[in-house]
């Protein structure tokens, strides 16, 4: 029995040092590293303000297409886009390269920011994890 009890012990104890590392989700810290990444790699072509580049790039603020699934929007940061894509009625043809050298928390926090500001509004996350199950 008092093997039992110490072998209950020596699991809860791994248990509680190996949980202590990982961090809970935050969607207002990715929303907050999501603005400094959309600065340095998304704000050239969609704008600081979000309304993209007239007949050029396409807006990310109160789009509707920012209201695509989560895998559609983490692809096309991963796989980049090209052909004609339709925003708030309005047909845009710019080519996206593709953005897959940014870390899986890079692409999660763009998009979470992206989801969350200009008048757009989400209450799915994109997380770490679901962007590195697109990758492969």
């Not at 040092?17 to 072509?45: D, H, M």
């Not at 983490?74 to 870390?103: F, H, R």
């Not at 500001?117 to 996350?125: E, F, M, P, Q, R």
């Amino acid at each position: 029995m008092l093997k039992i009890v110490g072998s209950v012990i020596t699991i809860l104890t791994l248990f509680v040092i190996g949980t202590s590392f990982i961090q809970a989700f935050s969607l207002p810290k990715s929303i907050a590293r999501g603005k400094e990444a959309y600065v340095l790699y998304c704000q050239n072509c969609h704008m600081e303000d979000g309304k993209g580049q007239e007949a050029v790039y396409p807006p990310l603020a109160k789009a509707d297409y920012m209201k695509k699934s989560s895998k559609v929007l983490i692809n096309v940061i991963l796989k980049g886009q090209s052909g004609e894509v339709t925003v708030n009625g309005i047909k845009y043809n710019a080519e996206m390269p593709a953005q897959d050298y940014l870390t899986d928390e890079q692409i999660a926090d763009i998009l979470n920011y992206s989801k969350n500001t200009w008048g757009n509004k989400s209450a799915v996350a994109i997380t770490p994890a679901m962007v590195k199950q697109a990758r492969q």
